[in-house]
């Protein structure tokens, strides 16, 4: 399962990088085109199962169902922890919003429900479009802590219906870092720029050393979650670009045993980023285009013709500071109707120019977030 999320997360990946800071959730994502693949049928199907991997195939287990679990689980395990450390919060939710009385194909609820657990509402789009927008805004910003609130602006009349996830994580460095000072950072055209950069000293950490690059994996408190953080052995764009090409087989290399524990004095930089796409474009240039347009065949979910999606938006938040990482991701859907579209001395480690990152499951392999940070 972990394989058929990262497989889409790189791909992604490559649609949406390029000048600036990048976050988004591969598995916010994923498990919303998880939930419309239960309700394509023919050649929107196969598109989108050649997208979502092996997993999608109706004969394969609920392995999404089951690893969503596992995920949220460390939260219950986490919250039995000692009151003086903070609980990892790790939380998922999915939901569906139809319109009042629309009809659905009988088995469509059922199967959604059976893969994911989403919650399921009615609104009415056609004759309240304003309060269904707020109902749904109500709902994102209840699962991801408020820090994404009025993810939609407005809703059509002419919408059938909504899918949506939210992903919220928050927790505590396993060694916590010093307060920020300022330092320099190095942007991609050689320009330096002054940043708060964080400090901390690390006894046992885990370093990898390849050709091209190094990573440095950064544990979260007591839990089976960390943040990876890849460098460029050169600096500039190029290089850059070269690492986020080889973006899968870096990231192979994670359960590689090169991997090394050192001893270090690690300098790096807090970080926040807010960003927000629209998906469309990109999970079209994936071979998507005709699936989610007006084109697409849906009748696993209605038996209206020419019903499509006009829009999937993914809003993503980090803030990463000396104390831990807070992280969330929103997508939604929207589905129109036919009228609508002792050491040795300390190693010291200066990370003070771009670097991709990612916030993994390191027990699964699942991809939570997966970033890059040109300019903190």
Request: charged content about 20%.
């Amino acid at each position: 399962m972990a394989t058929s999320v990262n497989a889409a997360a790189f791909a992604l990946h490559r649609e949406l990088t390029g000048q600036g800071n990048l976050l988004f959730s591969p598995l916010s994502v994923y498990c919303v085109l998880r939930l419309l693949y239960e309700g394509a049928r023919g050649e929107t199907r196969r598109a989108l199962g050649r997208l979502l991997g092996p997993d999608s195939a109706p004969a394969a287990p609920p392995d999404l169902r089951l690893l969503l679990e596992e995920l949220e689980s460390l939260t219950r395990s986490s919250e039995t922890e000692t009151r003086f450390a903070e609980p990892l919060d790790l939380r998922i939710a999915n939901g569906i919003w139809i319109q009042d009385t629309y009809p659905l194909v009988s088995g469509f609820l059922p199967s959604v429900r059976a893969v994911m657990d989403a919650d399921v509402a009615s609104l009415d789009f056609a004759g309240h479009p304003e309060r269904s927008c707020h109902e749904i805004n109500a709902w994102i910003a209840d699962r991801t802590r408020g820090r994404i609130s009025d993810m939609l602006s407005n809703i059509s009349p002419l919408t059938r219906a909504v899918i949506g996830n939210a992903v919220y994580f928050k927790a505590g460095w396993d060694e916590v870092f010093g307060e920020p000072a300022p330092g320099r950072f190095y942007r991609l055209d050689g320009s330096e720029t002054e940043v708060q950069m964080m400090r901390g000293h690390f006894s046992d950490l885990n370093l990898l050393e390849v050709d091209d690059f190094w990573a440095i994996e950064l544990p979260y408190r007591s839990r089976p979650v960390s943040m990876l953080l890849m460098i460029p052995r050169l600096p500039g764009a190029a290089a850059l670009t070269a690492l986020e090409r080889q973006y899968s087989h870096a990231w192979s290399l994670i359960r590689d045993p090169l991997w090394r524990r050192i001893d270090a004095m690690l300098t790096m930089p807090s970080f926040e980023i807010r960003e927000s796409y629209e998906l469309i474009p990109a999970l079209g240039r994936m071979g998507l285009g005709e699936a989610l347009g007006g084109a697409g065949d849906w009748s696993g979910i209605t038996e209206e013709k020419g019903v499509g999606f006009d829009r999937v938006q993914h809003d993503t938040y980090i803030k990463v500071d000396q104390f831990g990482t807070e992280a969330i991701a929103a997508t939604l859907a929207s589905m129109y109707g036919a009228a609508l579209e002792p050491p040795p001395e300390p190693r010291t480690i200066t990370i003070d120019r771009p670097f991709l990152f990612g916030i993994w499951h390191w027990t699964s392999g699942v991809i939570l977030f997966l970033g890059k940070v040109e300019n903190p």
